[in-house]
């Protein structure tokens, strides 16, 4: 059984930062992709940044050059630095994680950037 565990969100103001991070259980990770994706009120999930097993990353447009995703296989855990947030970053943050065909899903964490 995989369990995904988000922390590190918040309420911050426009311009600032957070780092968000998932704790992963079980043995898969490492094989694993693994993602960050992002739901605001009355709008789809949508994709944030991923990170594949050997560390290729792919960000959503509206979040390159503000966020970084990075991985730690030692501890089972991805994180994502989040830069120059701005009011429309404010969703929950769910941790993804893919593994040949399966996938499994925190229960995310807020984020609210005020203006």
């Known amino acids: 059984q995989v369990q995904l565990v988000e922390s590190g969100g918040g309420l911050v103001q426009a311009g600032g930062s957070l780092r968000l991070s998932c704790a992963a259980s079980g043995s898969i990770f490492s094989s694993s992709t693994m993602g960050w994706y992002r739901q605001a009120p009355g709008k789809q999930r949508e994709l944030v940044a991923t990170i594949t097993s050997g560390g290729s990353t792919n960000y959503a447009d509206s979040v390159k050059g503000r966020f970084t995703i990075s991985r730690d296989n030692a501890k089972n855990t991805v994180s994502l630095q989040m830069n120059s947030l701005k009011p429309e970053d404010t969703a929950v943050y769910y941790c993804?994680?893919?593994?040949?065909?399966?996938?499994?899903w925190g229960r995310g964490t807020q984020v609210t950037v005020s203006s």
């Open positions: 993804r994680a893919i593994y040949y065909g399966l996938t499994y």
